[in-house]
């Protein structure tokens, strides 16, 4: 959802001619750490780049094993493959679908875990204090992966400064966009400094190498794009938080479909407002194709385990069965909750679940 400021903000740069990476990248870095309450951060080209970088900064590679959730987007274990390590997947918290310590804890007892990446899934918080807690105590760095988590908090502190280092995505469908691009923020001079010459070809000056780096920059068009958009960052998320009130309120005595869940803890920006469709994927599939034909678009995040996934699958990798992911995969249904529908739409929406679940037991 792109505002007239936003494209005012982008027309300033392309009527500058400063098209690379210069002030703007420069000036959304600060804005952004300040934001996330990290004294140091760097734009990247995507949220999978700045996650590459960060795992490449810490050292991670061949023969080391890193944690992801075995629930989430492919890109999180997709950029420890790219370092040559190994994923060890675990299964999550069928609660929050973000990871489960007890799992993590279990898992940690293998003598090549490297690092721990927590993903803060649809916008929810991971229990990062007991996965702090055992990181720390297993001398492994934890990486948070907040790619869906813009302004997410855990005990009143924004997601991005438990961790080693964290991650966010700027893709379109991101609750604030760049077009494209990501960020890593930190509270480690030393990393950051590693992350900023990953991510601009090992320079730290013009030609002057220290590392064989990439290209992994921001550029000022999309830099001034997060700009404008961080500024109005806390009151979409808001316009998300209403909006899923309404919906939980509408479903909430509803048989056989179950709103997310807030921890008290946390929270939540509702990147996607994920139900549960307890019947199983038959009956959800049933729910999601009901809902198209009222009009409402609806997505399935995501129909499998990465594990379970082609290219996954054929490395034969430990850790299995994953459970709760699996069960996850096929029970789960994001309904609509960005910040532009109306309360119309909203009714609409509850409406239409509501008429199919009253419905469901008639359809065995």
């Excluded at 629930?71 to 990871?99: E, I, K, M, Q």
């Excluded at 009143?156 to 923020?185: D, H, I, L, Q």
């Excluded at 929270?267 to 009009?295: E, K, N, S, W």
Aim: negative net charge; aromatic residues 8%.
């Amino acid at each position: 959802m792109l505002t007239d400021e936003d494209k005012r903000s982008v027309l300033e740069v392309l009527e500058s001619g400063q098209l690379s990476h210069g002030e703007w990248v420069e000036r959304f870095e600060a804005a952004f750490a300040a934001y996330v309450g990290t004294p140091h951060a760097v734009a990247t080209s995507s949220g999978t780049t700045a996650l590459e970088a960060v795992l490449e900064a810490l050292g991670v590679g061949p023969g080391d094993e890193v944690v992801v959730p075995a629930f989430t987007f492919a890109a999180t274990s997709n950029a420890v493959v790219h370092r040559g390590a190994r994923p060890l997947f675990v299964d999550v918290d069928p609660r929050t679908f973000n990871l489960d310590p007890q799992r993590v804890e279990e898992a940690l007892r293998r003598p090549r875990v490297r690092a721990v990446v927590a993903v803060h899934l649809y916008g929810l918080p991971a229990d990062v204090g007991a996965l702090l807690d055992l990181t720390e105590r297993r001398g492994v760095w934890l990486v948070e992966d907040a790619a869906q988590a813009h302004g997410a908090a855990w005990h009143g502190r924004r997601v991005g400064g438990f961790g080693a280092a964290a991650v966010f995505s700027f893709y379109p469908t991101k609750n604030m966009t760049t077009g494209e691009g990501g960020m890593v923020v930190t509270r480690d001079p030393e990393l950051a400094r590693r992350v900023r010459l990953l991510v601009h070809q090992g320079q730290s000056d013009p030609y002057r190498y220290e590392l064989v780096g990439h290209n992994y920059r921001m550029t000022n068009l999309s830099a001034a794009l997060g700009l404008s958009q961080l500024r109005s960052l806390d009151e979409r998320n808001a316009a998300r938080r209403r909006n899923a009130a309404f919906l939980t309120e509408g479903l909430r005595d509803l048989p056989g479909v179950e709103p997310p869940e807030e921890p008290a803890d946390s929270y939540h920006v509702y990147h996607q407002y994920t139900v549960r469709v307890r019947a199983g994927q038959r009956q959800r599939d049933a729910l999601q194709q009901h809902l198209a034909a009222c009009g409402v678009q609806t997505r399935v995040y995501y129909p499998e385990p990465v594990p379970h996934t082609g290219p996954y699958r054929a490395m034969e990798l430990d850790g299995g069965p994953w459970p709760h992911a699996t069960q996850a995969s096929r029970e789960v249904l994001s309904l609509p909750v960005h910040p532009a529908l109306r309360e119309g739409d909203l009714v609409r929406i509850v409406d239409a679940v509501r008429e199919f679940a009253v419905r469901a037991p008639a359809r065995g």
